[in-house]
């Protein structure tokens, strides 16, 4: 057996695998490794409190063009063994989450302004209805206005029958 030491230092953790398998997780300090170098992997990570800042990120909006958006967070590798099994790239992830929260909140407000749209054509339909009712002469000449617009022949009926 071939013996080597690895010193980690303060706010890291070493995992140590043989094989491919993990055999130990290191503390800070002074160890002894043992095993064949060939097959033994050893990978130390920084488990402190870290902050990752994404600044000016263009968004994709669906009515606005041209959103850039900035994102600080704060986070730690509680298990350096999930870490480095799940293979997830931190900055990959708050961009990916940021983009997320962006667009969503950008369909959100395309939908609110979708909505007002509707209101507001609901409202001039209920005005127009009025008008007709209270005057139905408009009503008829509405009817030729649109006849005509469509090249059709109208025949009106005038008086009683």
Not at 20 to 27: E, N, P, Q, T
Not at 88 to 98: G, I, N, Q, Y
Not at 128 to 149: G, H, I, N
Request: hydrophobic residues 50%; proline residues 2%; aromatic residues 2%.
């Amino acid at each position: 057996m071939f013996r080597k030491h690895l010193v980690v230092r303060d706010g890291r953790r070493a995992v140590v695998r043989y094989d491919g398998r993990v055999v130990d997780v290191l503390d800070a300090g002074r160890h002894r490794l043992e095993g064949r170098a060939r097959r033994r992997s050893v990978e130390v990570l920084d488990v402190r409190q870290q902050l990752l800042v994404l600044t000016g990120q263009e968004v994709a909006a669906v009515d606005v063009p041209g959103v850039r958006v900035s994102a600080a967070a704060r986070f730690a590798i509680a298990d350096p063994v999930a870490f480095l099994d799940a293979a997830v790239d931190p900055e990959a992830e708050l961009r990916r989450a940021l983009l997320a929260t962006a667009t969503a909140a950008q369909e959100g407000q395309a939908a609110l302004e979708r909505a007002r749209g509707e209101v507001a054509a609901t409202r001039a339909l209920a005005n127009a209805a009025r008008v007709l009712s209270e005057t139905p002469a408009l009503l008829q000449l509405r009817t030729v206005q649109e006849a005509a617009r469509a090249g059709s022949t109208v025949v009106l009926h005038v008086g009683e029958a």
